[in-house]
């Protein structure tokens, strides 16, 4: 007997960021595959699809917000759902990639979680990941298998150019290891100047930074200000003091993921940047939504990647060659 079968596209969505998942899947011209999930009495998690999935291209969407861990739980037993229930290939979508930032031993007898992460999904049946901005390019090395690494830096630099490309723009990275993706940004912006803000940092205290110095021209220009993610908003809040303190004519904050924990929502509402724009790989409750915030969203990227993937095409003639 011969059978020549067809490709099926199935997406699911984990509990975290559903509104997420729903768009991506309406980009893509498909819904959600209906599933139970609840917890036991215990808060164990069950999950179960409510159609066959045998055979299928996977795509399971999850970010891993907080409580960040119970998320990540949920995404590995969907991840074991499936292979369980014979896909083909099991795609893991994790816009924001959980843990990230642990992806070295800063000090003896500390673990690297970004690697367990990875390690995890591997054991789980993941065959591929796709995310958005990794904290550190090298994590994509973490992961035993293809490892899909989109940049939101076409969205939220297109937005900063409508907006305000009449005007005399500076780009500013918050320290000197991002600055290559700054020089990115410059290229998007038509060359703007770089800077960068020279900082120290405590290891000794989490998310908190030191003393700050602007390295580069930022006098009577807009600063663009640009991070992978806000979480506190310490670092990038000090940065924006410094610039003003400079000469910056203003500042605007371009960031991936707004994690947003407590007190980052009072720091940017009382912070010198007129504009603080984010994409939506987190979900932003309304109690975290003020005035100065603008949120774009993250799905048409994420729904293109997707296709890509499916259609056996090019992921990286999405970011002219560079991802």
Same mark, same amino acid.
């Given at each position: 007997?011969?059978?020549?079968?067809?490709?099926?596209?199935?997406?699911?969505?984990?509990?975290?960021?559903?509104?997420?998942?729903?768009?991506?899947?309406? /980009? %893509?011209?498909?819904? /959600?595959?209906?599933?139970?999930? !609840?917890?036991?009495?215990?808060?164990?998690? !069950?999950?179960? !699809?409510?159609?066959?999935?045998?055979?299928?291209?996977?795509?399971?969407? $999850?970010?891993?917000?907080?409580? *960040?861990?119970?998320? *990540?739980?949920?995404?590995?037993?969907?991840?074991?759902?499936?292979?369980?229930?014979?896909?083909?290939?099991?795609?893991?979508?994790?816009?924001?990639?959980? !843990?990230?930032?642990?992806?070295?031993?800063?000090?003896?007898?500390?673990?690297?979680?970004?690697?367990?992460?990875?390690? /995890?999904?591997?054991?789980?049946?993941?065959?591929?990941? *796709? @995310? +958005?901005? %990794?904290?550190?390019?090298? *994590? $994509?090395?973490?992961?035993?298998?293809?490892?899909?690494?989109?940049?939101?830096?076409?969205?939220?630099?297109?937005?900063?150019?409508?907006?305000?490309?009449? $005007?005399?723009?500076?780009?500013?990275? &918050?320290?000197?290891?991002?600055?290559?993706?700054?020089?990115?940004?410059?290229?998007?912006?038509?060359?703007?100047?770089?800077?960068?803000?020279?900082?120290?940092?405590?290891?000794?205290?989490?998310?908190?930074?030191?003393?700050?110095?602007?390295?580069?021209?930022?006098?009577?220009?807009?600063?663009?200000?640009?991070?992978? #993610?806000?979480?506190?908003?310490?670092?990038?809040?000090?940065?924006?003091?410094?610039?003003?303190?400079?000469?910056?004519?203003?500042? +605007?904050?371009?960031?991936?993921?707004?994690? /947003?924990?407590? &007190?980052?929502?009072?720091?940017?509402?009382?912070?010198?940047?007129?504009?603080?724009?984010?994409?939506?790989?987190?979900?932003?409750?309304?109690?975290?939504?003020?005035?100065?915030? @603008?949120?774009?969203?993250?799905? &048409?990227?994420?729904?293109?990647?997707?296709?890509?993937?499916?259609?056996?095409?090019?992921? @990286?003639? #999405?970011?002219?060659?560079?991802?």
């Amino acid at each position: 007997m011969k059978r020549t079968t067809e490709k099926n596209l199935m997406v699911f969505s984990g509990r975290a960021h559903p509104e997420l998942s729903a768009e991506v899947a309406s /980009l %893509l011209g498909t819904g /959600l595959v209906p599933q139970s999930a !609840y917890e036991f009495a215990n808060s164990e998690i !069950y999950i179960r !699809y409510e159609e066959s999935v045998r055979g299928c291209d996977a795509f399971v969407i $999850q970010s891993h917000t907080a409580p *960040i861990n119970e998320w *990540i739980m949920e995404h590995l037993i969907m991840v074991d759902a499936l292979k369980r229930a014979s896909a083909k290939r099991i795609t893991v979508v994790m816009p924001f990639y959980g !843990y990230a930032r642990q992806d070295k031993k800063h000090r003896g007898r500390e673990p690297i979680s970004a690697r367990l992460m990875a390690d /995890l999904f591997k054991t789980a049946g993941a065959d591929r990941l *796709i @995310t +958005v901005d %990794l904290h550190a390019d090298q *994590i $994509q090395g973490f992961f035993d298998g293809p490892v899909d690494h989109l940049m939101a830096l076409p969205i939220l630099a297109d937005y900063v150019k409508e907006k305000y490309g009449d $005007q005399r723009l500076a780009v500013v990275s &918050p320290d000197a290891g991002r600055i290559k993706v700054a020089e990115r940004w410059s290229a998007r912006l038509g060359g703007a100047p770089l800077a960068f803000i020279h900082k120290t940092r405590n290891i000794d205290r989490p998310n908190e930074t030191m003393a700050n110095r602007v390295v580069g021209q930022v006098e009577g220009r807009i600063c663009v200000l640009v991070d992978d #993610m806000i979480d506190t908003g310490g670092t990038i809040v000090k940065a924006a003091e410094a610039l003003m303190a400079d000469g910056a004519a203003g500042v +605007v904050i371009a960031a991936t993921h707004a994690i /947003l924990s407590d &007190p980052a929502v009072d720091r940017l509402k009382n912070s010198p940047a007129t504009e603080v724009i984010v994409t939506n790989t987190l979900p932003i409750g309304s109690d975290r939504k003020f005035d100065k915030l @603008t949120e774009l969203s993250i799905a &048409p990227l994420l729904a293109r990647a997707i296709r890509e993937v499916f259609e056996d095409g090019s992921v @990286t003639s #999405m970011f002219d060659g560079h991802a």
